[in-house]
């Protein structure tokens, strides 16, 4: 069993930035593959970015590229995301989560209870 834990949103205005940060407790995240995906209002859950813990490419919509980065930190076994230059249409709750395997899907095997990222126009 895997608790993510997710930190770091708030209320900031436009342009502004803000780093999330997700904790694992229960194991570490060896073999699977974490990411970020955000909830606005009335909208679906959607995919930001995701890569395999192990290494390799991270994957971005297309709507946050050039302006969030995905890392992490094994030692922590903590993941974050950068996200700079913020627009109030990044106004959501953002989710970490974590599957077994080398792909992330829609339906992980694990999320975190989310925070609020607030942008202000």
């Known amino acids: 069993q895997v608790q993510l834990r997710e930190s770091g949103g708030g209320l900031v205005q436009a342009g502004d930035s803000l780093r999330l940060s997700c904790a694992a407790s229960?194991?570490?995240?060896?073999?699977?593959?974490v990411g970020w995906f955000r909830q606005a209002p009335g909208e679906e859950r959607l995919f930001v970015a995701a890569?395999?813990?192990?290494?390799?490419?991270?994957y971005y919509a297309e709507s946050v590229k050039g302006r969030f980065t995905f890392s992490t930190d094994n030692a922590k076994n903590t993941v974050y995301l950068q996200m700079n230059s913020l627009k109030p249409e990044d106004t959501a709750v953002y989710y970490c989560?974590?599957?077994?395997?080398?792909?992330?899907?829609?339906?992980?095997?694990?999320w975190g209870q989310g925070t609020q990222v607030t942008v202000s126009s």
């Open positions: 989560a974590a599957t077994f395997g080398v792909v992330m899907t829609s339906l992980p095997d694990y």
């Open positions: 890569r395999s813990w192990s290494g390799g490419t991270t």
């Open positions: 229960g194991r570490t995240f060896g073999g699977y593959t």
